[in-house]
């Protein structure tokens, strides 16, 4: 039972690089979700993805790309990696439910990049 | 936009009652009110949700007023364990989901 997984764990960068982290979920929920957190603070919505094919900008996407390849997966992309993008970045995914929506999320165990 | 206020930190000793109380002044007629928590390290894990009056599970009770502009999470007598960040949230919409700054929940011996 893996639930959102996510790749790579840790990874260094310097400034200008490019990468892209990867997330997958096996619930078969239709939204996805990336959020940063910085050291000591909350977490903050960079995109999300409320269904395959659908992408959308949440409180902190400059400098961030994302793609819903699939129901399963949803990657982030950063095409000119920024000293200010270390940080810890969660992928989460959750199923609406008709009607109401209840907000229950699932996270992955983060990934750990820093940029040098 | 519902966004929410909660204390930034709370310490308790072991084996208290712990209520850590969320503001939500604009919530919205459909919008449920759900609680994480987050050890260091980890993604945050779901604890509660609720729509109104008292919900309770094995790990804690919600306690949502009339109003609905606030909640009150309860935590029955913590231990060290239950050290962590405490995040309430409520979403702006079907799939819109911002997190606040959380309270950070310290548990003496």
Avoid at chain 1, 6 to 20: A, D, E, H, I, Y
Avoid at chain 2, 50 to 55: F, I, P
């Amino acid at each position: 039972n893996a639930g959102v997984t996510q790749t790579p764990k840790f990874q260094v960068l310097k400034t200008g690089q490019s990468m892209t982290l990867q997330c997958a979920q096996d619930m078969n929920h239709n939204s996805m979700y990336w959020y940063r957190q910085d050291p000591g603070m909350g977490l903050r919505l960079i995109y999300y993805s409320a269904s395959e094919g659908t992408t959308d900008k949440g409180e902190v996407p400059n400098g961030y790309n994302v793609s819903r390849l699939n129901k399963r997966e949803f990657s982030l992309r950063l095409e000119s990696a920024a000293p200010s993008q270390t940080s810890v970045y969660f992928c989460a995914s959750s199923e609406v439910e008709t009607g109401a929506y209840t907000g229950e999320l699932f996270f992955g165990e983060g990934s750990r990049l820093t940029v040098l | 936009l519902a966004k929410t206020t909660q204390p930034i930190s709370m310490d308790s000793y072991e084996g208290q009652e712990v209520n850590i109380t969320c503001s939500h002044n604009n919530i919205a007629t459909n919008d449920y009110i759900t609680w994480y928590q987050q050890f260091p390290s980890q993604g945050p894990r779901f604890i509660i949700q609720g729509y109104k009056t008292k919900v309770t599970n094995e790990v804690a009770s919600l306690f949502i007023p009339a109003d609905r502009k606030s909640s009150t999470l309860s935590l029955p007598r913590v231990s060290l364990s239950d050290t962590a960040v405490y995040y309430c949230l409520v979403p702006t919409g079907a799939n819109n989901l911002f997190f606040g700054t959380g309270t950070r929940l310290t548990v003496i011996p």
